[in-house]
């Protein structure tokens, strides 16, 4: 009674063999990432320290710290999130609770999608000929904001209309149905419940921005800046500033006599930021989570 | 237009409604008697829930409706375009098939109602607490609740839950309550505790009910409405339409031929 049978023995190695396979891909996907990881911190240890963050580059960037392109970087990537993210989210509230089904909307929301995958040379492009050049703001912290900015709007909307529309559709009805405006739904119902995926979204671009070395090359970013280690107030809005992914780029291919170990420690300290960002967005989803259920 | 009948808290004259290029409704009229409960059966995509949704004009969220006809609720043509929608979905309120509290206490989910119809300072806080403990006590959650006002409504019992959506609605003080086969997600003491409750709400208020469940129709309402295909087919007194129905259709719907 009840003794395998053949099919029943063969459908246990293909259960068995799917789930290998499945492991191994997870592990293909994870170990490299360990991997790169780890190589970097090996290399970057002999330099890697608080200092060097917090030190200016010294004899032609051979020696000493990054803190200028460290607060470019921040700088950079503080002003274009204070751009893009309030028009991002409100265009994307627009789209996803106000405007009528129709071709209009329809061609802003395939336009939004194309936006989101323009490659960010072309972003680099448009921002050196609107905001350098025509706008008249030079090379500037301004201009390279507003071309991050621009790059990144488009996918905090995508990802703010996904958030939006994970609210259950129970919610809206409840609103709706003792007289709310539509505005009243939003503010009331929708927006709370949607805070921690729309912060997610904006943080993960946000990171995502911080990497990018090509839009600000031409509108904002320089190879060198005198600034005092750990001086905040080095960068105004008009100025130019060095930033991470640029400063790790100039001196991995155009500086010679690099030590081997600041390159990585740059680099280090680039992956350090997104994924320190990375981890704050988590945290914030599990907390705001946690606060609702349904 | 003729003089709308006092004993009628709503009329419908020749109701047509329209999703796109479908007709939903057709020529639909009828009126529900003031004070007592009216039950609405009918096979599945009848279109009982678009005729509930007109009642407070909650269709047109749900995509391209055009309309034609009359709806008298309270002496005024609800379809007229001078009317407040707001201040309609106030006297006429809506109960759906999943309770649906919003994710915040039960005390924030009474009083959403007042929030949205006042200004932030013309709620006083004393008023506030009685309009909770009046509505609660209204649909009999006071005693059980009335330590808990601060917890997750989502964290009741589904009957619990029901109930409370139905005394969200109360603070508002409706005229109307469209309920949207209010039980299908309940257990048979939840539906049994929501019955009881529609029927002490009766005298107060104007009761519409949809439902699936025929023996649920005979036990609370006194007046059954049968539809069909968007079509009302039979509207009487409910021991009439389960007793000696008039219409073959209607025979049968009740003997479970089509569901
Ligand atoms: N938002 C909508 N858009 C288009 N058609 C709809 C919509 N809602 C309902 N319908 C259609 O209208 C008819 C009646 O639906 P409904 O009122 O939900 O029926 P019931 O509640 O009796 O099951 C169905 O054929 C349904 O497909
Ligand atoms: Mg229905």
Redesign the pocket.
């Given at each position: 009674m009840f003794q395998e049978t053949q099919h029943v023995k063969r459908k246990k190695r293909a259960e068995r063999t799917a789930q290998g396979v499945f492991l191994g891909m997870t592990l293909c996907m994870v170990l490299p990432l360990i991997a790169v990881v780890g190589f970097l911190i090996y290399k970057a240890s002999p330099v890697l320290s608080i200092d060097f963050i917090m030190d200016a580059p010294e004899r032609g960037m051979r020696a000493g710290g990054i803190w200028p392109a460290f607060w470019g970087t921040v700088c950079l990537v503080f002003f274009s999130v204070i751009i893009a993210a309030p028009v991002g989210v409100l265009a994307a509230v627009y789209l996803h609770e106000y405007a009528p089904e129709n071709w209009f909307t329809r061609m802003v929301n395939l336009a939004v999608f194309n936006l989101a995958g323009v490659p960010s040379i072309v972003h680099a492009l448009f921002g050196l000929g609107a905001f350098v050049l025509f706008a008249g703001l030079g090379k500037s912290i301004l201009a390279a904001s507003l071309t991050l900015a621009i790059m990144t709007f488009p996918v905090i909307i995508e990802s703010t209309k996904e958030s939006l529309a994970a609210v259950p559709r129970s919610f809206r009805e409840a609103c709706w149905n003792v007289g709310a405006t539509r505005w009243q739904t939003i503010r009331g119902v929708v927006l709370p419940n949607s805070t921690s995926g729309i912060l997610t979204g904006i943080i993960l671009e946000v990171c995502r921005a911080a990497g990018e070395t090509a839009p600000i090359m031409f509108t904002g970013a320089v190879f060198f800046k005198a600034v005092q280690g750990g001086d905040v107030f080095a960068y105004g809005p008009m100025d130019q500033c060095m930033a991470l992914s640029m400063h790790l780029h100039t001196i991995s291919t155009q500086v010679p006599g690099v030590p081997e170990a600041i390159p990585f420690a740059t680099a280090v300290v680039l992956l350090g930021t997104v994924l320190v960002v990375n981890a704050t967005a988590i945290v914030l989803r599990v907390i705001i989570r946690t606060r609702k259920k349904w | 237009m003729s003089e709308p009948d006092p004993n009628y808290s709503v009329n419908v004259r020749d109701f047509s409604l329209w999703?796109?290029d479908?007709q939903?409704l057709k020529n639909v009229s009828l009126n529900l008697r003031d004070g007592i409960i009216t039950s609405l059966i009918?096979?599945?995509?009848?279109?009982?829930?678009?005729?509930?949704?007109s009642f407070n004009r909650i269709?047109e969220r749900?995509?391209?409706?055009t309309t034609s006809g009359e709806i008298t609720i309270l002496e005024k043509n609800i379809l007229d375009a001078d009317v407040s929608l707001p201040e309609l979905r106030k006297s006429v309120g809506m109960v759906f098939q999943r309770p649906n509290p919003l994710p915040v206490s039960i005390y924030e989910n009474i009083i959403f109602g007042l929030r949205i119809h006042s200004d932030r300072k013309d709620l006083r806080r004393s008023e506030m607490d009685e309009a909770v403990e009046t509505a609660l006590r209204q649909v009999r959650l006071w005693d059980d609740l009335k330590d808990k006002l601060k917890n997750r409504a989502t964290s009741l019992q589904l009957e619990q839950q029901q109930k409370l959506c139905i005394a969200r609605l109360l603070p508002l003080k409706p005229r109307i309550i469209l309920m949207?086969e209010p039980c299908s997600a309940l257990d048979v003491d939840g539906t049994r505790a929501v019955e009881e409750l529609m029927v002490s709400l009766a005298d107060d208020y104007t009761i519409l009910i949809?439902t699936h469940n025929m023996a649920q129709a005979r036990r609370v309402s006194q007046e059954c409405i049968f539809?069909l295909l968007?079509e009302i087919i039979e509207h009487d007194r409910t021991e009439q339409i389960f007793l000696s129905p008039r219409n073959q259709k209607t025979t049968e719907y009740i003997e479970g031929r089509y569901g």
């Open positions: - | 999703y796109g479908f939903a009918g096979p599945s995509g009848c279109g009982k829930t678009t005729l509930l949704r269709n749900y995509g391209n409706v949207d949809v539809m968007g």
